[in-house]
């Protein structure tokens, strides 16, 4: 945890579980939950001067970081009804936030991409959050090749933008297990291992140990089963790492999916 002075204006830091892609369509707990969001940004610290976005569905090699100045709306997904891939979230790009990237990961390398867009784990809450899709969004990638810990401490360098107007946002879940899911009942309570691991996560942040986060594959069965791939745990530790000593967090949205995806939202500051 980092020390440092308060100061009006400091953004937040977001953890946005987004579930099924189903979830932002029409009107829900969860929808209600990231709306309301950033209703509370916008009259607390202030709109956004843009929001990087680390998003569970954007995995490669190396570090990269989207540069456009009008990213795609990517319907990266199968099988669901025509109403889901007509959604568009128009928000802009910020070349400006992409160099500042670069700059406060540096030595790291960081590619300027100019392919990539939103993601549904991007857009999907974002919608909901800031529905006019006026705030600039960056998308920073997760290297699957380096462990929770590197990740950890390539996200400490990034708590500057802060203060700059930015707002550090990560999507995924904090339990995903596609396998364990109850297909037959999406209202299921969590399984037994869910919940515990969700209960942990939850000590662990509002302890302000995000070194123990990063060491999560120490909670045995649990973390194997909550956690059976990186991709959607890791951008949790990209928020969990702006934590300045004394900051609250709270958990604006609950409950889970199917007994095995934790809807969960975290918010630092």
Do not use: C, K
Not at 18 to 35: E, F, K, Y
Not at 92 to 112: D, F, S, T
């Amino acid at each position: 945890m980092t020390n440092a002075s308060e100061r009006a204006g400091r953004m937040p830091a977001i953890f946005f579980g987004h579930g099924s892609p189903m979830v932002t369509v029409g009107d829900n707990a969860w929808t209600r939950a990231w709306r309301a969001i950033g209703e509370s940004i916008d009259a607390g610290a202030g709109r956004p001067r843009a929001v990087l976005m680390v998003s569970a569905h954007w995995t490669t090699r190396g570090t990269a970081v989207t540069a456009m100045t009008q990213p795609r709306t990517i319907h990266d997904f199968g099988g669901f009804p025509p109403e889901l891939h007509a959604i568009g979230y128009p928000a802009p790009g910020a070349p400006w936030l992409a160099q500042r990237v670069g700059e406060l990961l540096a030595p790291q390398p960081v590619a300027a991409d100019l392919e990539w867009g939103l993601d549904h784990g991007a857009w999907s809450v974002l919608r909901h959050a800031w529905p006019q899709a006026d705030v600039p969004v960056v998308q920073l990638s997760l290297d699957l090749e380096r462990p929770a810990g590197w990740h950890l401490e390539l996200a400490r360098r990034l708590a500057p933008l802060r203060d700059e107007g930015v707002l550090i946002a990560g999507s995924g879940n904090v339990v995903h297990n596609l396998r364990a899911m109850d297909w037959s009942d999406p209202d299921r309570p969590p399984f037994d291992w869910a919940a515990r691991f969700e209960e942990w996560v939850r000590a662990r942040l509002r302890a302000g140990d995000a070194d123990a986060l990063a060491d999560y594959a120490a909670q045995g069965r649990d973390a194997l089963m909550s956690v059976p791939t990186p991709e959607h745990y890791l951008p949790l530790l990209y928020v969990a790492a702006q934590r300045l000593t004394g900051e609250p967090v709270s958990f604006p949205a609950e409950g889970d999916q199917h007994g095995a995806i934790s809807m969960l939202g975290v918010r630092i500051g």
